[in-house]
Antibody
Framework: DVQLLQSGAEVKKPGESLKISCKGS????????IGWVRQMPGQGLEWMGI????????KYSPSFQGHVTMSADKSISTAYLQWSSLKASDTAIYYC?????????????????WGRGSTVTVSS | DIQMTQSPSSLSASVGDRVTITCRAS??????LNWYQQKPGKAPKLLIY???SLQSGVPSRFSGSGSGTDFTLTISSLLPEDFATYYC?????????FGPGTTVDFK
């Protein structure tokens, strides 16, 4: 069974650092892109970026570039999302998801398996 | 970046109703369009990929259509478990942007 297990809820103060994780199981973790999605309280889904665990190639949304860092350790089938200095506006649920690729008229991507989400609360 | 819009932003419906949600991309994306369902407190769930392919395990009352810039998600006969928020997403080019969502609630 393909699963993504995310780390638990975090409560942090502004300016603190944080690293959350997403551990894959039931498939060849290295060979599939992993994506990160933010959902702020009461809001919609925002695509943050993707990382390919095999070589750590990554693509960030311009909205998140420079604010977060994605990484992966293929030896333990785990992807990470980290902040060096949190802000209150980083309060949200963060989901990881596996991406699949299909070739139609051109290649396209979709997110077929999702983690349950990691809740991050940043408050003084 | 490709911008995604959805209409309506919310709708009220009854069990048994036929429901249609529209998604539009700011530029052509062929059939690189996905639909997700999200219930309160839960992670999103993939319903449709490639505009019209039903994800394994998803009931056949869900269907998708469209190509280019205009797409639709149809629920042929609404069941109580279908009351949720639905998001479209383009999977053509990064960033793989989501639409703002359509909430389907009880009439």
């Amino acid at each position: 069974d393909v699963q993504l297990l995310q780390s638990g809820a975090e409560v942090k103060k502004p300016g603190e650092s944080l690293k959350i994780s997403c551990k894959g199981s039931g498939y060849s973790f290295s060979n599939y892109w992993i994506g990160w999605v933010r959902q702020m309280p009461g809001q919609g889904l925002e695509w943050m970026g993707i990382i390919y665990p095999s070589d750590s190639d990554s693509k960030y949304s311009p909205s998140f570039q420079g604010h977060v860092t994605m990484s992966a350790d293929k030896s333990i089938s785990t992807a990470y999302l980290q902040w060096s200095s949190l802000k209150a506006s980083d309060t949200a649920i963060y989901y990881c998801a596996r991406l699949l690729t299909l070739a139609g008229d051109s290649y396209f991507f979709y997110m077929d398996v999702w983690g349950r989400g990691s809740t991050v609360t940043v408050s003084s | 970046d490709i911008q995604m819009t959805q209409s309506p932003s919310s709708l009220s419906a009854s069990v048994g109703d036929r429901v249609t949600i529209t998604c539009r991309a700011s530029q052509t994306i062929s059939t690189s369009l996905n639909w997700y369902q999200q219930k309160p407190g839960k992670a999103p769930k993939l319903l449709i990929y490639g505009a019209s392919s039903l994800q394994s395990g998803v009931p056949s009352r869900f269907s998708g259509s469209g190509s280019g810039t205009d797409f639709t998600l149809t629920i042929s006969s609404l069941l109580p478990e279908d009351f949720a928020t639905y998001y479209c997403q383009q999977g053509s080019s990064t960033p793989f942007t989501f639409g703002p969502g359509t909430t389907v609630d009880f009439k």
